[in-house]
């Protein structure tokens, strides 16, 4: 199987906490990187998701926020993904940035290059990739 | 009105589901296509979402994942929409996608060029649009 | 901290209304535009949210979806924030357009070429953003 989200994180289920209709399930990767992803319920039973599972969370590259500089605001999005930036593509309007986590993960982020610019992102720069746990889509090899 | 989002899937309210904060709505298509949606239960009483209700689910093209090839990976994604492609636009970056499904809706993604290749996106490849549910926004005509 | 989300709303929470995994928080601009997010009741606690913090609603702009024209469909999305358009870049795909609300906020989003041609948008152009509550970020200055 082929998919179009840029970013693939496999590993394997640390957790999963239940509510009514959605529940938030926290994958690791080998690496020891970490990823929550919010899913329904009828995905959670559909799926077989439990502690142990070997699972992956797809993001898009669009749905990535980044941010450089000092912490001077705490977020409420469930992954705040501290990394490097390792690699940038220029297009017309939107910028590419590869961001790689301490675990050896890589960020794909699309962001405005106006954005781009005053970040001040370049290879090297320390940055932090925000990705809200309701974007992360959770898949099962089977 | 007219609206930006590319994908407007006109049809009928089959069930709604009922959470603490949020509810699961499924629309039928008159052509028989099936897309959930995720609103807040403010929601549900403020448009009056009930089974039967016509409505239709709207979609930003780059919202959507495209799947092709052999489906060894189950998705936690509760719009899973099998269809065939039918138009292909390269731009500098992305390439617009439009996947036709078996009910006659028209699914249309926006996606790198990078994963327009890898996929092998081409008119009538078969490939599988992913939708989370908490992507939809829910309109009623008035 | 700088950030890549174009769309920054800064203001002092007036509600907060909780779930079992999520809450809605109501955020108010210091011009009285409100902007409700969906976040986890994780980040409630961890970030103190309450009625009375000053905190700041992120947004990025692909995120956001553009009407214009007579209200004839109603939406679930919790934040419909009617404007006047206030500047408008096309790229070779997309246009950027700027929408100024009542209280003086401005809602960046970025909708096809296509999008923009069919909605007429131009510069005093009335025009309303639809933004889900599940695609804003909330965050707390320290």
């Known amino acids: 199987m082929k ?4 970013n693939v994180f496999a590993g394997k289920i640390a957790a999963v906490r239940s509510g009514a209709v959605n529940a938030e399930v926290e994958i690791v990767t080998d690496g020891g990187d970490r ?5 329904t319920e009828g995905s959670v039973k559909a799926l077989g998701l439990a502690p142990g599972v070997r ?6 590259a669009p749905w990535v926020t980044l941010l450089t500089g000092a912490a001077d605001v705490r977020f ?11 690699g940038l593509q220029k297009g017309a309007v939107n910028t590419a940035v590869a961001l790689r986590l301490a675990g050896g993960s890589v960020v794909h982020a699309v962001i405005t290059n106006e954005a781009a610019d005053e970040l001040g992102l370049a290879d090297g720069v320390a940055a932090t ?5 309701s974007h992360v889509i959770v898949g099962v090899p089977v």
């Open 35 to 39: 990823i929550v992803a919010i899913v």
């Open 129 to 133: 990739a925000l990705i809200k746990a």
């Open 3 to 6: 998919i179009s989200a840029r």
């Open 76 to 86: 409420s999005a469930r992954n705040q993904l501290a990394g490097t930036v390792g």
């Open 55 to 60: 699972a992956n969370a797809y993001v898009k």
